[in-house]
C-alpha cells in the first residue's frame, strides 16, 4: 500500500472520482437503491483507508435468489478494493494467517457463496463467525498457543469484509454491516457483461487512483470526527465510510449520511431482528392505548397478527409461561391487576416503557413526517444546491454521470441503477426505510 510520505495526490477531485467508480459499478450491476450504490462505493474507497479507522465496517451483499448480481457486485469490489483475498470458503485459521502476515496492511476479504458458510445447512461455523466479528474493531486479536515455540502468540483479526450469498447472514456480522438486498434485473433493464480480462485494467486504474488520493490523506482520516445520523455500532460502522464522503464533498456527504440512515432503518425493520426483540414491538402494537392488558388478552392479540410467528410459537402457539419467559430478559414480568372485570394476571405499559425505548425506540421524525432525521452536514462540508420535492437531484458527486439515472419502475417500490439514455445521475427521493 502506499503510504504518505511515499507519494501524494493533490490533483485528484474526490468527487469526480466517487462519481468515476459509481458508473463504472453501475455500467455491470444494478443496483437497488441510490444508497445501496452510495454504500457500496464508499465502502471500496474506504478499503484503501484501512490505517486510519478504529472500526472496519462490513459489506452484506444478500439476495433472496440466484441470478440477483450479488456475485457480479462482488466483482466490482475485488475490482477496485485495496488487496482484495477473494474465496468462497476459507477456514478460520487460513483467515488468521492471511491477516497477520501483514496486520498493519490486511487483506480486504471478500466471501462469495457465504450460505455454504452460515447458511442452515452448513453449521454454525462460530470460529469464522468469531473471527469477523472481532475483527470488525481494531485490537481484538485472536490467541493461539504454539507448542513449538512453547508461547502464545497473538493473531489480529482487524480486516475490511465483504459477504456476498443468499438469504440472511448471522445477526451479529450484519448488526456491523452495511447491507445491500440484491434482486433480479426486470424485464427492459439491461447491464453490460463484465469479462475480466477486457474490463479489469479499468476497474484497476480506478483502484490505483483511489489508492492515491486516500493516502494522501491518512493523516486527516485518521483525526476525522464526522457528525453522524446513527449512534452506537451503527456509528462505528457507518463513520469511515462517512468520513470519506466528507474527504470528496460535492454532495457525497449528504448522500452518505442518507443512505446510512436508510439502509440502517431497512435493516432495523427487517425480520432479522430476534425473537425477543420482535415480541417487545409487537407487544408495543398490541397495546394499542391501553394502559395495562391481562396477560390471556395480550396473547389474543399477538396471535391474532396473521404475519407474525406467536400463533405457530409451538404447538399450541405462545403460551403465557413461554412470553413470560421472553420478556424475563428485559426485567419485564407479570403481576397480579384489578381491571373492571376483575383481578387477572397482566402486564402494565409501564413495565414495557424502558425496554420499547432501549431496543426499539419509535424513529425520529422530521416536520412531523415519518422519515428519520438526517443531521445538517457541518457548513465547511459542501453539500450542493437541494432540489425541490419530487425533483431529481444529481447525487452522488458534483457531476452527472453520463449514461445513467435513477429511475422508479412503476408498479414497485425501491430504484434501480443502471445503464440509461438519460445523461443525468438520479438521486431517489425516498429518505426513510428503502426496499430491495
Known amino acids: 500500500m502506499t503510504t504518505p510520505n511515499d507519494t501524494t495526490d493533490d490533483t485528484e477531485n474526490g468527487a469526480e472520482l466517487l462519481d468515476d467508480v459509481t458508473a463504472t459499478v453501475a455500467r455491470y450491476v444494478i443496483l437497488p437503491s441510490t444508497s445501496a450504490m452510495v454504500a457500496v462505493v ?14 472496519a465496517p462490513r459489506l452484506v451483499i444478500r439476495a433472496p435468489e440466484k441470478r440477483c448480481g450479488k456475485s457480479r457486485l462482488l ?3 475485488e475490482g477496485m ?26 487483506p480486504t476479504l471478500l466471501i462469495d457463496e457465504a450460505d455454504t ?42 480486516a475490511m469484509a465483504a459477504l456476498a450469498g443468499i438469504g440472511v447472514m448471522p445477526d451479529t456480522i450484519e448488526d456491523r454491516a452495511a447491507i445491500v438486498r440484491m434482486r433480479r434485473r426486470a424485464p427492459g433493464e439491461e447491464v453490460q457483461p463484465y469479462r475480466v480480462r477486457r474490463d479489469g485494467p479499468q476497474l484497476d486504474e480506478l483502484r490505483q487512483r483511489l489508492n492515491l488520493w486516500l493516502t494522501a490523506h491518512l493523516d486527516e482520516l485518521t483525526h476525522a470526527a464526522p457528525d453522524m445520523p446513527l449512534e452506537d455500532r451503527a456509528a462505528d460502522t457507518w463513520e469511515p465510510l462517512i468520513a470519506v464522503a466528507d474527504l470528496a464533498g460535492g454532495t457525497w456527504p449528504r448522500a452518505a449520511r442518507k443512505a446510512a440512515v436508510a439502509l ?25 392505548d391501553a394502559d395495562a392488558l391481562p396477560t390471556a388478552v395480550l396473547l389474543d392479540r399477538l396471535k391474532a397478527d396473521p404475519e407474525a410467528p406467536w400463533a405457530t410459537h409451538g404447538p399450541n402457539g405462545l403460551t ?96 434501480a441503477w443502471g445503464p440509461r439514455p438519460v445523461p443525468a445521475l438520479t438521486d431517489d427521493t425516498r429518505s426513510s426505510r428503502e426496499t430491495a
Open 42 to 55: 464508499l465502502w471500496i474507497a474506504a478499503s484503501h483507508a484501512i490505517p486510519a479507522w478504529n472500526c
Open 75 to 77: 466483482d466490482m469490489v
Open 81 to 106: 478494493c485495496h488487496r482484495p483475498l477473494m474465496t468462497t470458503n476459507a477456514s478460520p485459521s487460513a483467515v488468521y494467517r492471511s491477516i497477520g502476515l501483514m496486520p498493519s496492511d490486511p
Open 117 to 158: 458458510i452460515f447458511g442452515p445447512k452448513a453449521g454454525d461455523n462460530e470460529d469464522l463467525r468469531g473471527l469477523l466479528n472481532a475483527g470488525h474493531q481494531r485490537g481484538r486479536p485472536t490467541l493461539r498457543y504454539n507448542a513449538g515455540k512453547d508461547a502464545v502468540e497473538k493473531i489480529q483479526t482487524f
Open 264 to 288: 440502517t432503518s431497512d435493516r432495523d425493520a427487517g425480520d432479522e431482528a430476534s425473537l425477543h426483540t420482535r415480541l417487545l414491538s409487537d407487544c408495543r402494537i398490541a397495546f394499542q
Open 320 to 415: 403465557p409461561m413461554k412470553m413470560g419467559n421472553l420478556l424475563r430478559d428485559f426485567e419485564i414480568r407479570s403481576a397480579n391487576i384489578r381491571f373492571t372485570t376483575g383481578q387477572a394476571k397482566g402486564y402494565t405499559r409501564s413495565d414495557f416503557s424502558d425496554a420499547w425505548n432501549r431496543y426499539c425506540p419509535e424513529p425520529k421524525t422530521v416536520s412531523g413526517e415519518g422519515v428519520p432525521a438526517v443531521p445538517a452536514v457541518p457548513s465547511q462540508v459542501s453539500t450542493g444546491t437541494a432540489s425541490p420535492p419530487g425533483t431529481a437531484q444529481a447525487v452522488p458527486g458534483s457531476q452527472a454521470v453520463p449514461g445513467l439515472t435513477c429511475e422508479v419502475t412503476p408498479g414497485t417500490a425501491g430504484t
